[in-house]
């Protein structure tokens, strides 16, 4: 009996379940532990200690275990951003635990740090425009938060704290909606939130076209469920799927399955064999257990 092929299989399978939407559930929360402070209230010893607890906690763990588990399944965009990302929520606990006893960060460094994170995060933009307008806007938002924090050193000007106030409201914003389509779409099995396509098309890579092979299975599959092992006439198959082969000779795919053993042919014509019929209903109807 031929086994389930490995073909088209993606070169690693997740180790652990998704830890993005941890990631962007904690990111959320920190940004609303940070909005009071960001809109000039809380501003109390009291108030900053509490929000640099949650910086702590939500901000840097969250993003940690987001971080460290996207690099476990091989997920190297999501892996650097978060891990990046949540050790500058460490820098954020620190800061806020200083300035509620009076310790102020030095300006320089923090506004070097700033500079540095506005070009990665620049360029992450342009990365995560590949994957999803959404994910595109997420990184855009952090790109104006951070030019505001730069502009702001450089001019000194206090009318840009609003814009970093909306950006972090809009970052706790966005995050959430990715969380909740990454958790409630697939269970729901349609897009209750909306997770729309990629801004930016990558350069195709040419790859193995199975389509032929794939059309005949289905044909002969659906033979089989009307006539069981009946062969099918070979001049029949061909005008079958004429559509997908366009012109082209069945011999070599046909030669080739039966090779696997998953197809006979005879002078009557050709059909599949159960081990055919096991592999097309595991590799493209996805049968993967029996009842």
Known sequence: MIRKAELGRPTHTEVIAEPTPVGLICLAIGCAALTPIAFGASLTPAGLKTA??????????????????????RNLYGGTLFTAF????VLNWWALDGLSRGVVPDAGVIFAVDVCFLVIFLVFSYGFGFYSKLLFAFLVD????????????LTGARSLDPVVAVCTVALA???LWIAFALLINPTAGRRVFAFPGPLFRARAHPGFDASLRIAVCRVLHAHWQQQAFVPMPLGELEKAVADVSQGRSLVPDLAYLGELGGLLQTESGVRLTAAGLDFYEQTVLGKTQFA
Do not use: E
């Open 86 to 89: 949540a050790f500058n929520w």
């Open 142 to 153: 952090i790109d104006l938060l951070y030019a505001a924090k730069v502009a702001k050193h």
């Open 52 to 73: 640099a607890i949650y910086c702590l906690l939500f901000g840097a763990g969250g993003q940690l275990v987001a971080g460290l588990g996207n690099l476990v399944n």
């Open 173 to 175: 914003v966005i995050s």
